[in-house]
């Protein structure tokens, strides 16, 4: 007999995936070329030079057992070692091997890090907008997620529905700064006054709760802003990383668990991550991918092409008469749609070959997503069939 929940999940398919699917659908009719294409959050820089001369070297000079066997279950030794050099390098904490899981992507690390602090009936906070992918996280290991309300006028986080909402049964908030979908960077404030509140009820209730802070956008932040890193405010916090953004690799699907290292049970945390594989299949994260990367580990593709189509977008939506957080990472931006089915509006965009998310799946109804890591020119050559929209359908 098959599994009923996942047959009712074929019913509920992810909206991004199926407007993705419909955009290449009308691409093989009209050029995709003609099709603006903002669905899929697919990196659309190129990987760097030096990512791919480390895979030729490693290739041509490297034991093939090495570069193709299995990883130890932990990831390999000497790729944990240079993850936890770079982070202790960039933010100051004395992380080392002992404290870094390789993990297949973001997405891998998330499924550790919820396994590792979570049981069936726990509670899992997120803030409002949200990964959509987080229902499925967070659903299917037992525990539950709740979602905090947005507060839509900065998209930082509800405090007031936070507090409300942050009851006993919580094991773990999840936070995802930058943030997919609004582009919003958490400030310092908005984390400080968080991870109080988490010490706070932790002493209250009498177990920990820990931050789960996903953080794959971590690199692409904007206007001269430094990266913060959400560990230095919480002891226990889990950082669950991805390559696909900073390096363009979404489909080499590598990163990693770091926890804490003042997290008093951080190293028992990483080897029971291990244990955690036996169970997901999350295991063992390609070894040329690992040893590659561990080779550019503090580089990035070169992300300011984000930056350019941000501020095209942002002013041209302004000029239109969008109501939009000016985001401050990531490759999204997440305006306010101009009637209040926001379904309604994208599916009226549709007609005009420009594909955008409704923010209903994000948990912002009214909103849309647009994902703007495309070509420049192709944003600029967008701008026309937006103002032919807004002005046939809304004025």
Do not use: W
């Amino acid at each position: 007999m098959l599994v009923q929940k996942y047959m009712d999940m074929l019913s509920a398919k992810s909206v991004i995936r199926q407007l993705s699917e419909f955009a290449t659908a009308r691409g093989q009719e009209i050029g995709y070329g003609n099709v603006f294409d903002y669905s899929l959050g697919n990196p659309s820089v190129p990987v760097p030079q030096a990512f791919t001369d480390a895979c030729m070297e490693l290739l041509a000079t490297q034991d093939t057992g090495k570069l193709h066997g299995y990883s130890p279950s932990l990831g390999i030794t000497s790729v944990r070692e240079a993850v936890a050099a770079s982070l202790e390098r960039r933010f100051g904490l004395p992380y080392r091997k002992e404290h870094i899981f390789m993990a297949s992507g973001a997405a891998g690390a998330l499924a550790h890090a919820l396994r590792l602090v979570t049981e069936p009936g726990d509670e899992v906070l997120t803030f409002a907008p949200y990964f959509p992918e987080y229902g499925p996280y967070v659903n299917l290991t037992g525990a539950e997620l709740k979602v905090v309300p947005p507060d839509t006028a900065a998209f930082q986080v509800n405090f007031g529905k936070f507090q409300e909402m942050l009851g006993p049964k919580v094991m773990a908030v999840l936070i995802n700064t930058p943030n997919n979908p609004s582009g919003v960077v958490y400030s310092a404030d908005t984390l400080q006054r968080l991870t109080d509140i988490l010490r706070e009820k932790s002493a209250l209730y009498g177990h920990n709760i820990y931050l789960i802070s996903d953080e794959p956008y971590r690199e692409i932040v904007f206007d001269g802003a430094e990266v913060t890193c959400v560990s230095e405010f919480y002891d226990n916090t889990i950082m669950c990383y991805s390559f696909s953004k900073s390096l363009s690799l979404p489909g080499e699907r590598i990163g990693y668990v770091a926890v804490n290292p003042r997290c008093p049970d951080a190293e028992t945390m990483v080897n029971m991550c291990g244990q955690i594989s036996r169970g997901t299949g999350h295991n063992c994260p390609p070894s040329l991918i690992q040893l590659a990367v561990a080779r550019v580990i503090d580089q990035t593709a070169d992300l300011s092409v984000y930056e350019r189509n941000r501020n095209l977008l942002y002013t041209a939506l302004q000029e239109l008469g969008f109501t939009c957080v000016k985001p401050g990472g990531t490759f999204y931006i997440f305006p306010k749609a101009l009637e209040e089915d926001a379904k309604a509006f994208c599916q009226k965009a549709l007609q005009y070959d420009l594909v955008l998310v409704p923010g209903d799946t994000f948990g912002a109804p009214g909103y849309f997503r647009m994902a703007y890591c495309i070509d420049t020119e192709k944003v600029e050559r967008s701008l026309p069939a937006f103002r032919k929209f807004v002005e046939a359908e809304y004025h």
